[in-house]
């Protein structure tokens, strides 16, 4: 079983569709999670970290459900500009503090 | 945006070669870590240094040879290469190491090993 595992994609939308990707992890032990955009022949960047409670930024909203070891991610009212591969990242116990395990990634194409 | 950079951002080498990444970061960090990305994988850990020294090798193959002079500073040495090297490698770095400290990643020095 993957450490971190998504959804295969791609996702291909109209805009302001409403878009949901999934991610599960293996490890129990995990401690905190994210999730980072990545376009196209770029670097990574956080788009935000997810919290057991729950969180949300603008558009986007996070879930995170520990007993299930499954995260989320919901992309309201999607823009052309939302086109990127989105990375479930999951840091894990680790000596001397995390580690991050990245998922495949989710690639988004957003169309007109 | 500056806060993490990486020289030469391509670099095709030959299997016999020697050549060094490079990747600097102005954000003040105490970690430093080197990525490698593959086409339709995700990223994998290679190294992390934490106030300049090695935390972790991730059982990466002896033809990589990290070296991290100072806190700002961090060189990934390759030496006799394989095709399947071939990939992007990323340099991030992050405030400390810890759960939930965000990383900041470089641009990245795409390679190609021939």
């Known amino acids: 079983r993957k450490e971190v595992e998504q959804d295969p994609g791609p996702f291909n939308v109209p805009e302001g569709a409403t878009v949901a990707f999934n991610c599960t992890y293996s490890?129990?032990?995990?401690?905190?999670f994210f999730w980072y955009r990545q376009d196209c022949r770029k670097e990574p960047k956080l788009l935000m970290s997810?919290?057991?409670s729950g969180n949300e930024d603008g558009r986007f909203t996070a879930q995170l459900n520990r007993a299930s070891q499954y995260i989320s991610l919901l992309i309201r009212d999607s823009k052309l500009s939302d086109s990127a591969t989105y990375l479930c990242?999951?840091?894990?116990?680790?000596?001397?503090?995390?580690?991050?395990?990245f998922g495949q990634g989710t690639e988004l194409s957003v169309k007109p | 945006e500056t806060g993490v950079t990486q020289t030469p951002r391509h670099l095709v080498m030959g299997m016999t070669n020697k050549k060094s990444l490079k990747c600097e970061q102005h954000?003040?960090?105490?970690?430093m870590y080197w990525y490698k990305q593959s086409a339709k994988k995700p990223l994998e850990l290679m190294f992390v240094?934490?106030?300049?020294?090695?935390?972790e090798n991730n059982s990466v193959p002896s033809r990589f040879s990290p070296e991290c002079p100072n806190s700002s500073h961090l060189f990934l040495h390759l030496h006799t290469l394989q095709p399947e090297d071939s990939a992007l490698y990323l340099c991030?770095?992050?405030?400390?190491?810890?759960?939930?400290?965000?990383?900041?990643f470089g641009p990245g020095t795409r390679l190609t090993v021939t």
């Open positions: 997810v919290y057991s």
């Open positions: 490890n129990s032990a995990s401690q905190s």
């Open positions: 240094y934490s106030l300049e020294e090695r935390v």
């Open positions: 990242v999951v840091n894990q116990d680790y000596n001397q503090g995390g580690k991050l395990i």
């Open positions: 991030a770095s992050s405030q400390d190491l810890g759960f939930s400290y965000e990383q900041y």
């Open positions: 954000l003040g960090h105490n970690a």
